[in-house]
């Protein structure tokens, strides 16, 4: 059990630990009780421990409330420096409940409590803690939906002037629901950044990617993403766009097994850009 578990048992938030559910590069999950509840708990990793430190790129642009803080926060002090530390944890509670009064698909927040986030445990079909995208496989026939929904959910995002910034199958859930995205903290301010577009981009490209691995036709959808970009620019997009469907694919000389799936349904080993 961690310390900040403990806080939480002793303030009477949370009444058990059942058992670690995920070890992440900034986080670590852990399966809590609350009452009759099931809950996951995300304890965030100090700066000194994470294994991901240069997140200056993703934090320009955000500002918290209170000016004397943005002040120490700019100036680079010790309290600058805590209260950023602070601001880099909470920034996942923040966009979750904007999310999910949006209606986008990510886990609900129930508390971000000394530097605990509480959320509502996503699970799949059965019931069980979902796995990653990543984590399965999927049928060709089933990419195409998956894709859609997927591409619905990231423009919705969109709309709430929000961008992932680390999107990939390694942080996107296979629900009982549909395809959950998860792990916020390093969510970019889509207006304040001025790297807004390539964060957007690689995100998308990521999603398009992954799922032409099962379906290598879904490769022209990369121009999705640009197209769901131009919209958001000229503010014309809305959670109903869609993007115009995608010129017909280049005649090839013949087969290319590149990017199929094996014979388990899995697709090839790829790389998906990102903060590794």
């Not at 700019?74 to 880099?88: I, N, P, Y």
């Not at 296979?174 to 998860?182: K, N, Q, R």
Request: proline share 7%; net charge neutral.
């Amino acid at each position: 059990m961690t310390d900040q578990l403990d806080v939480l048992i002793a303030d009477g938030i949370i009444d058990e630990v059942l058992g670690r559910l995920k070890s992440g590069k900034e986080a670590n999950i852990s399966l809590v009780r609350r009452g009759d509840e099931v809950m996951a708990a995300k304890v965030y990793k100090d700066r000194a421990t994470r294994s991901f430190k240069n997140n200056t790129g993703y934090k320009e642009g955000r500002k918290v409330r209170n000016s004397r803080t943005q002040r120490a926060m700019d100036s680079g002090g010790k309290f600058g420096r805590d209260a950023a530390e602070q601001e880099w944890k909470s920034a996942e509670a923040d966009a979750l409940y904007k999310l999910v009064d949006s209606g986008v698909r990510v886990p609900t927040p129930r508390m971000f409590y000394e530097g605990v986030l509480l959320m509502d445990l996503v699970r799949d079909a059965e019931g069980r803690p979902a796995p990653r995208l990543i984590e399965i496989a999927i049928e060709r026939d089933a990419a195409l939906g998956m894709y859609a929904d997927l591409c619905a959910q990231i423009i919705s995002m969109l709309c709430c002037d929000l961008i992932h910034g680390d999107l990939s199958p390694y942080n996107i859930l296979a629900a009982a629901e549909g395809p959950t995205i998860i792990d916020f903290p390093q969510v970019i301010s889509a207006v304040h950044n001025t790297r807004a577009e390539y964060y957007f981009l690689r995100d998308f490209d990521n999603v398009v990617q992954f799922f032409a691995g099962f379906d290598p036709s879904l490769a022209v959808h990369t121009a999705d993403g640009r197209a769901i970009w131009r919209a958001y620019v000229s503010r014309d997009l809305t959670p109903q766009f869609v993007p115009p469907p995608p010129p017909p694919p280049r005649a090839t000389r013949g087969p290319d097994r590149r990017g199929r799936p094996d014979d388990r349904g899995r697709p090839p080993q790829q790389r998906f850009e990102g903060r590794s």
